[in-house]
């Protein structure tokens, strides 16, 4: 069941109590809104930004489920626009690589972090083209992002890589205390849905019709074409983003640059800790595999998943 009480002001609160809740992964408590759930502060961020977020034609918003391979993303797309045309005459001067001091969240911000901070936040100071990303569904998009010219990079991944990855990713946030959350609750949580901004086949779901009817808008991406022909993938997302590759040497640098082993090693992300959120910059780079949920799954667990996924995506012209 899906709820959206009507919001208004004073009595909001009240109506946050009313939404059906559940305890997921052990570390907090989600909310269903629409059919999605949230942590509750990224859900009253995003009913705000929902309202008040204008976007810009030539904003590039990228948007995906966690743990997807978004941070990959985070550091190409900032790469593509700013090395494209960079008057770099050396190709491995990275002197002027804004990867070198901020972690990839820095360079594309999260919407929704944004009016968590502020919910009056000026936004027509940042320089354009503003890069964006949310783990939003569809559906929760502010209007202006589909109604304008912004353009929408969406990143997923086989789903039972991405729970292995998200069940890792929260464990890291558990007490030591506490050890990692049970794997079988944590499993049947993420087949229920109940994982934040999940459903995961739902998210995966709307942007993926959405990306077929307006192809020029939405491009979708999957982290296994992504491993497995990085050049090729590039390429589709530079054209996509207006800056194509001019010359290979181009092409090179982004990837190289936003390597995993690269970006693992940097500083910043060893030791580093984004203070908006509190956690390690370093636990957003793991392994980087793909299949890597064959060393946590069982055969039960793998085949429940793959059914669930079938399921879901018969008849849509998707596979994962
Ligand atoms: P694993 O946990 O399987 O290693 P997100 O960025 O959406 O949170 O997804 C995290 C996943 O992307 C992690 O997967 C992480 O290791 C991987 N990842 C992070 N940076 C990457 C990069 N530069 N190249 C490839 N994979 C990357």
Redesign the pocket.
């Known amino acids: 069941p899906s709820v959206s009480p009507t919001l208004n002001s004073s009595s909001s609160s009240n109506l946050f109590d009313e939404l059906p809740k559940e305890k997921s992964w052990g570390v907090t408590e989600l909310y269903q809104w629409e059919g999605f759930w949230y942590a509750l502060p990224h859900l009253k961020a995003a009913i705000t930004a929902r309202s008040q977020f204008e976007a810009s034609d030539d904003d590039i918003l990228l948007a ?1 489920s ?7 993303l985070k ?1 190409l797309i900032p790469s593509i626009m700013h090395c494209n045309g960079e008057e770099d005459s050396d190709d491995d001067d990275d002197s002027n690589d804004p990867l070198l001091r901020n972690h990839p969240n820095a360079l594309m911000p999260s919407i929704v972090q944004i009016f968590q901070e502020n919910p009056n936040p000026y936004l027509s100071g940042m320089c354009s083209p503003r890069l964006f990303r949310a783990h939003l569904p569809y559906a929760m998009l502010p209007e202006s992002v589909k109604t304008s010219g912004c353009k929408i990079v969406y990143i997923t991944r086989n789903p039972k ?1 991405t729970f ?2 998200l069940w ?2 929260s464990n890291a946030a558990r007490t030591p205390e506490k050890g990692p959350s049970p794997l079988n609750k944590a499993f049947e949580s993420f087949c229920k849905g109940v994982h934040p901004f999940g459903p995961f086949h739902d998210h995966v779901l709307e942007y993926w019709k959405e990306s077929v009817k307006k192809s020029e808008k939405i491009l979708f991406l999957k982290y296994e074409d992504l491993k497995r022909d990085t050049r090729g993938q590039l390429k589709k997302l530079a054209s996509f983003l207006g800056r194509p590759f001019v010359k290979e040497s181009e092409l090179d640098k982004v990837i190289r640059r ?3 082993e690269r ?1 693992k090693n940097l500083e910043v992300n060893k030791n580093g800790v984004d203070n908006l959120l509190g956690i390690a910059n370093s636990l ?6 793909v299949g ?1 949920w064959k060393n946590s799954l069982s055969t039960e667990m793998k085949e429940r998943l793959d059914n669930i996924t079938k399921m879901k995506l018969e008849g849509s012209g998707l596979d994962l």
């Open positions: 995906s966690m743990k997807t391979g978004t941070t990959w550091a890589d292995v990855s890792h990713f936003c390597s995993l970006l957003y780079f793991r392994r980087g595999t890597d």
